[in-house]
């Protein structure tokens, strides 16, 4: 029944938006990456974006990660600053162990920018951050 279903809290990942130079492109990007600040390695990561308004939509972007080592991070994709105007969602779900965990990181519209940024988990550098 409903109250035999446990829905395992998400703790310990972390999404983030950081703007960084790109020394190939000789510009400032914002760029999205998931953090694993846990001591255990994550399993077959799944994350899927997309950006919507009230009349706008993006298309859905997937990217699959085997293994997120622990206490380390990986890039997701490039965001470009048209898209800040959107709510940004990220639908995260990963194997830790033989459980499966879900989480949705939302940035709310035109909550990405260079007012909002802090220091960022394990990457030393500062950005937007959803826990």
């Not at 706008?56 to 206490?71: Q, W």
């Not at 940035?107 to 950005?127: D, E, H, S, W, Y």
């Amino acid at each position: 029944m409903k109250k035999d279903i446990e829905i395992p809290v998400v703790e310990g990942v972390y999404v983030a938006v950081v703007n960084e130079y790109n020394d190939i492109y000789k510009t400032q990007d914002w760029n999205a990456y998931i953090i694993n600040d846990k001591d255990v390695d994550l399993d077959m990561v799944m994350i899927v974006t997309s950006g919507y308004s009230e009349k706008k939509k993006t298309s859905v972007f997937r990217k699959k990660l085997d293994r997120l080592p622990k206490k380390s991070y990986a890039k997701i994709e490039l965001m470009q600053e048209d898209l800040f105007e959107l709510n940004n969602t990220f639908k995260v779900s990963f194997f830790e162990g033989n459980k499966m965990f879900d989480k949705t990181y939302l940035f709310r519209k035109n909550t990405i920018n260079l007012k909002a940024l802090q220091p960022i988990p394990l990457m030393a550098v500062k950005g937007v951050l959803v826990k």
